[in-house]
């Protein structure tokens, strides 16, 4: 099994500075990602890198909620990435960019697991003017994945940060990444080909969850007890338990 994230064009809690790969200033676009498509309409996010040298631009950083504690990374997991993009003239040679990382409840680094500089590399699988689908890290194969960089296990309150772009080498380029995952549409395919609009993801090899805070339990002071009998799973064995709740009373 591997997770499919998916991304919304909703703020998230946190929004990172992005990492030193990038050039640019603030402000920055911010995207939440998410399980489940959250139904948020397309919409472009674009990033200006003004005049001078070559650089790589950050159009939008995409942060999860707090994963589950004690998730795994590892360099034997892979990662794949597509949404539509576009440069805004031929001359900018944009190709994608990525980066990926762990981030505290502040925005601050924790760990980079996958980061690039391909500055130097040219305009390798350049982007056009018209938004169509591309992949992550433009080295990517269709349909095949890339490795992560680094090892990391997270901790309370830790979240994943997505930061997508590209790399720009005309004056005032400007570089769009579609964001948003109505249900009403489907995945976008894993290609550089393709300009129908549809949801946007980042995949993962790994299994992975995000943070479920405990849940509060209430008793009854008076009242009577109606009983219920359910089986729940330890491992691989279903066990016999047997739930009361009272019908009256007050709750404390």
């Avoid at 200033?25 to 005049?51: D, H, I, Q, V, W």
């Avoid at 505290?104 to 760990?111: E, H, L, Q, R, V």
């Avoid at 997270?154 to 772009?165: P, Q």
């Avoid at 109505?182 to 995000?210: Q, V």
Wanted: with cysteine.
């Amino acid at each position: 099994m591997a997770t499919r994230l998916y991304f919304a064009d909703s703020a998230p809690a946190v929004t990172p500075t992005p990492h030193s790969q990038w050039s640019g200033s603030s402000p920055f676009n911010y995207g939440s990602l998410g399980l489940a498509a959250a139904n948020t309409s397309y919409a472009e996010k674009s990033k200006n890198r003004g005049s001078g040298t070559t650089v790589q631009i950050p159009a939008v950083s995409l942060v999860s909620p707090p994963l589950a504690i004690g998730t795994n990374f590892t360099t034997t997991d892979t990662f794949k990435i597509v949404a539509r993009s576009r440069e805004n003239t031929t001359a900018n040679d944009g190709s994608s960019c990525v980066s990926i990382r762990i981030v505290d409840s502040a925005g601050a680094p924790k760990a980079v697991l996958y980061t690039e500089n391909i500055i130097g590399s040219g305009n390798i699988s350049e982007w056009t003017t018209v938004l169509r689908n591309q992949k992550f890290p433009r080295s990517a194969a269709d349909n095949g994945d890339t490795a992560l960089q680094a090892n990391y296990t997270t901790v309370a309150d830790d979240r994943l940060e997505i930061t997508l772009g590209a790399r720009l080498g005309g004056d005032f380029a400007i570089c769009y990444v579609e964001i948003g995952d109505l249900t009403s549409s489907t995945d976008l395919a894993h290609n550089a080909t393709s300009t129908t609009a549809g949801r946007p993801w980042a995949e993962f090899s790994n299994n992975f969850a995000f943070y479920v805070a405990p849940g509060t339990i209430k008793s009854k002071s008076s009242g009577s007890f109606d009983e219920h009998n359910i089986k729940l799973r330890s491992g691989g064995v279903w066990q016999a338990h047997t739930v009361k709740n009272r019908s009256g009373g007050t709750f404390s």
